[in-house]
């Protein structure tokens, strides 16, 4: 029974306030004008800090000092980094006897690039457009002459960094890494292709090996890229593990390069792919079924069988997905060969490892609507892939990497002085 001493509750309706626009304004104003009283304190700070390195090297200030270093110079006009453009500040002078103007800490700390770089990057790389920087930056006051966020200016600064991180990509050595897994892909930019390898190594590790710009995915385009690879120390003499999509010039140029320390696992999702281009849609089910369970099979050989029989029951009616079928379906099934089961089989038998990277950059790259020279896509690649090798997870089944390794191992052919018969 509810008692009658209780009042009874009763629910208030939310109270609103409204605020008028010209208050709004005022609102805005006061932001403004607390970010300008910010700044101006930072100012004041620094200058202190700046006057303290002179003071440092010139001596106080009206004192005489026979034995000092540098004399003072008046002040010039500077400026500095805050956060992600550049305000005005005025820069006191100090010079030394004999060697001209010295450099004060303090100024050299502030005007550094880094924060200004490192917001330059970070947007791009949210998808923030080189016209747009400027409105995603504090808006400091005019008074103190705001720079370095208009659109040439972030294109310069970007151009700049991408340069430099393109080339750190191209020298950087890989000798160190024992990679048993390479992958290539190629990703489009309209009429022009970049060949992109990353490596795995036997921790299960994602490394990006290098990449190289082509009209299409040729094999010398392939070739200089290999090329490239083992020039910065990837071993040649290694057996190694190489996943494609099936491209012809992929496999052509990886088998002269490498020859019989390459073993070819060609993307089984690729062939899915081409197999069901050539078959009605009312085959797709019953063909998918068929190539899952074969490449599902406990071993290479039975999944061997069941794909020849699908092929030999295409042939009649849809040669073309026979055709399609029988190329390759050796190397689709080297994994299996291999031995290798569970995440791993599942992460190896296709390339999405590197697909899902090369999302990464298409999404990076978003925002950009005319592309230019090849050295352009070249550059906003390797920033794409600066950015996401910092995401990059170990591999799927990275476990079981210990079996891929004994397995490529046993691959190995023996070395030539073991077949040469002994001195009598």
């Not at 003072?72 to 103007?101: H, N």
């Not at 998808?127 to 040439?152: F, L, N």
């Not at 005319?370 to 892939?385: E, K, Y």
Request: charged share 25%; net charge positive.
């Amino acid at each position: 029974m509810k008692s009658r001493m209780k009042p009874a509750l009763r629910a208030l309706q939310a109270a609103q306030v409204q605020i008028s626009l010209p208050m709004q304004g005022v609102l805005r104003d006061v932001r403004h004008a607390f970010l300008g009283l910010c700044i101006d304190a930072g100012q004041k700070v620094l200058a202190a800090l700046m006057e303290s390195d002179r003071i440092a090297l010139c001596g106080p200030k009206g004192v005489p000092d026979a034995g000092r270093r540098a004399v003072r110079g008046g002040s010039t006009a500077a400026q500095v980094v805050l956060g992600g453009q550049r305000i005005a500040v005025r820069r006191p002078r100090a010079r030394s006897m004999t060697d001209g103007e010295l450099a004060l800490p303090s100024f050299e700390w502030a005007a550094h690039d880094d924060p200004l770089d490192a917001a330059t990057m970070a947007a791009i790389a949210a998808g923030v457009s080189t016209r747009r920087y400027a409105s995603t930056q504090e808006p400091v006051p005019a008074a103190h002459r705001p720079r370095a966020a208009s659109k040439s200016a972030v294109s310069r600064r970007f151009v700049q960094l991408s340069q430099e991180q393109l080339a750190q990509w191209l020298a950087r050595p890989i000798g160190e890494l024992d990679l048993p897994v390479v992958m290539i892909d190629g990703i489009h930019f309209r009429e022009r292709v970049i060949l992109l390898a990353i490596g795995i190594d036997a921790q299960g590790n994602k490394h990006v090996l290098g990449l190289r710009e082509g009209s299409t995915e040729a094999a010398r385009v392939v070739a200089s890229l290999l090329s490239d690879l083992i020039d910065r120390g990837l071993d040649a003499q290694r057996m190694r593990l190489w996943v494609i999509d099936g491209g012809k010039a992929l496999r052509k140029a990886i088998v002269q390069t490498f020859g019989a320390a390459a073993l070819i696992q060609r993307c089984q999702e690729h062939k899915r792919r081409n197999v069901l281009e050539h078959l009605p849609d009312d085959m797709h089910a019953s063909v998918k079924r068929v190539l899952k369970d074969a490449w599902s099979a406990s071993d290479a050989e039975l999944g061997r069988r069941q794909l020849q029989r699908l092929a030999t029951s295409l042939q009649a009616k849809h040669p073309g997905a026979a055709a399609s079928l029988r190329e390759g379906l050796e190397e689709t099934l080297t994994a299996q060969e291999l031995g290798i089961t569970g995440a791993l089989y599942r992460t190896l038998r296709t390339t999405n490892p590197i697909e899902n990277l090369n999302g990464s950059v298409a999404r990076y790259c978003r925002n950009v609507k005319r592309w230019g020279d090849g050295q352009m896509v070249l550059r906003w690649v390797a920033s794409a892939l600066s950015d996401a090798a910092h995401r990059m997870r170990k591999l799927r089944g990275c476990s079981q990497m210990r079996s891929l390794l004994n397995a490529l191992d046993a691959r190995c052919p023996p070395a030539e002085n073991a077949t040469l018969p002994k001195a009598a």
